[in-house]
C-alpha cells in the first residue's frame, strides 16, 4: 500500500512539475499540494509516536486545503483552527493510546 502511495504521489509530482505551463492558473500549487499530503502520509504511518511527523501530516493537510477551498494568499481562519487544534488533536490522541497500554 504504501509503495503505491510513494509511486501515485510520484507521479503527481512529476506530472504536475512537467505540465503546469498548460493547465489552469494555480494547478501547480494543488498537485505540489497533493504530492505533500501523500508523501506526508507516507512518513506519518510509519512514524505514528512523533509529534513531528504528526505535525509535518496536519499541516500538509491545512496545506491542501488551503489551496483547494481556501485563499492560500492570506492567513486566514483555516489556519487559526489548525494552529490550535493540532496540540489538541495531539494530546487527546495521547491520552486516548496511554489508557490503551494501561489497560492491558
Known amino acids: 500500500m504504501k509503495d503505491k502511495l510513494i509511486y501515485i504521489s510520484i507521479s503527481i509530482g512529476v506530472l504536475t512539475y512537467q505540465f503546469w505551463s498548460y493547465m489552469p492558473r494555480g494547478f501547480f500549487y494543488k498537485g505540489m499540494a497533493l504530492f505533500i499530503l ?3 502520509f507516507v512518513i506519518y504511518s510509519d512514524n505514528r509516536n512523533k509529534f ?7 499541516l500538509s493537510i491545512n496545506n491542501c486545503l488551503d489551496e483547494f477551498f481556501f485563499d492560500p494568499t492570506k492567513n486566514d481562519f483555516n489556519e ?3 494552529t490550535l487544534l493540532i496540540p489538541v488533536i495531539w494530546y487527546y490522541k495521547n491520552k486516548r493510546n ?7
Open 98 to 104: 496511554a489508557r490503551k497500554i494501561n489497560a492491558k
Open 80 to 82: 487559526i483552527v489548525a
Open 38 to 40: 501523500m508523501l506526508s
Open 52 to 58: 513531528v511527523y504528526f505535525l509535518l501530516f496536519c
